[in-house]
């Protein structure tokens, strides 16, 4: 049994956001699917959680000047930044190459292969959604 309570907080944030997307993913589709829990993208972001909820329980934990929450921080700051950044741009991209292979190529071998993935990363509000519901597991969790 793992005894990092760190860990386990960090983990918690991770799978309380990816349990959620599946009621999120419902109200905005319609669509009721257990296998939501698996989406890389939607809200909240699973992975904002997990370095919100981690750093904050670092910090109560061994305090804001702590090496272990300068870590947590940075990293936490760049997971989020690429979240809305990098994989977001990238999912915008695979939408626009898949729908250029339906319009142009549908005859062309490439026609064949499985579309791009287009939900990748997150939009600013399901990062900061994310984040806000790991700053709340990691005060609740934390101190």
């Known amino acids: 049994m793992c005894t990092n309570r760190l860990l386990l907080i960090g ?11 599946i009621f999120t ?16 993208g939607g809200m909240p972001s699973s992975h904002s959680s997990l370095c919100s909820s981690l750093s904050t329980a670092v ?9 272990l929450f300068a870590i947590c921080f940075c990293f936490g700051s760049i997971v989020m930044y690429d979240a809305m ?18 319009d142009l190529l549908a005859h062309h071998p490439v026609s064949e292969r499985r579309k791009l993935k287009e939900v990748l990363g997150h939009t600013p509000a399901q990062v900061v959604a994310g984040a806000a519901l790991g700053l709340g597991i990691g005060l609740v969790l934390g101190s």
Do not use: Y
Not at 11 to 21: H, N, S, W
Not at 27 to 36: D, E
């Open 59 to 67: 910090a109560l934990q061994h305090g804001l000047a702590s090496p």
């Open 25 to 40: 993913k419902w109200r905005k589709t319609g669509t009721f699917s257990l296998m939501a829990i698996l989406d890389s």
């Open 85 to 102: 950044g990098v994989r977001r741009h990238a999912g915008l991209q695979a939408e626009v190459l898949n729908a250029v292979v339906a």
């Open 11 to 21: 983990m918690f944030g991770c799978f309380l956001a990816q349990f959620l997307k």
